[in-house]
């Protein structure tokens, strides 16, 4: 499966999730062009009576969302463990997913 689309760890006001993006309790999903493609609850997320314990396995949240290849989030424990599994993570400072998104793009866009 091509590891084409974006995941930004959200909470349940739809803004993105300020803690770590292993716990955040929903991903909102969105292809290259900017489209919301899915909201995806995290059974491993904060409030879903689940153990906590994949920090310690990024390998989880990769196989909750095997067709996202970048992850953004406000926070993530360790980024180069899930770097090493092929996905890219970006740390973000902004409020909503959609501005979220735009800067990510607006970055790639600009890269040489």
């Known amino acids: 499966m091509a590891r084409d689309l974006i995941a930004i760890g959200i909470d349940d006001q739809g803004q993105v999730w300020g803690g770590h993006f292993g716990i955040a309790p929903?991903?909102?999903?969105?292809?290259?062009?900017?489209?919301?493609?899915?909201t995806r609850v995290n059974p491993y997320g904060a409030g879903q009576g689940q153990k906590q314990q994949h920090h310690d396995n990024p390998q989880?949240?990769?196989?909750?969302?095997?067709?996202?290849g970048v992850?953004?989030?406000?926070?993530?424990?360790?980024?180069?463990?899930?770097?090493?599994?092929?996905?890219?993570?970006?740390?973000?400072?902004?409020?909503?997913?959609s501005a979220a998104l735009a800067a990510?793009?607006?970055?790639?866009?600009?890269?040489p």
């Open 26 to 38: 929903r991903y909102a999903i969105y292809d290259r062009g900017g489209t919301l493609v899915e």
């Open 60 to 68: 989880w949240i990769v196989d909750l969302l095997p067709e996202c």
């Open 104 to 111: 990510f793009l607006a970055e790639t866009d600009n890269r």
């Open 71 to 97: 992850f953004i989030a406000r926070r993530m424990g360790k980024p180069q463990m899930v770097e090493a599994l092929g996905i890219r993570a970006v740390l973000t400072a902004e409020q909503t997913p």
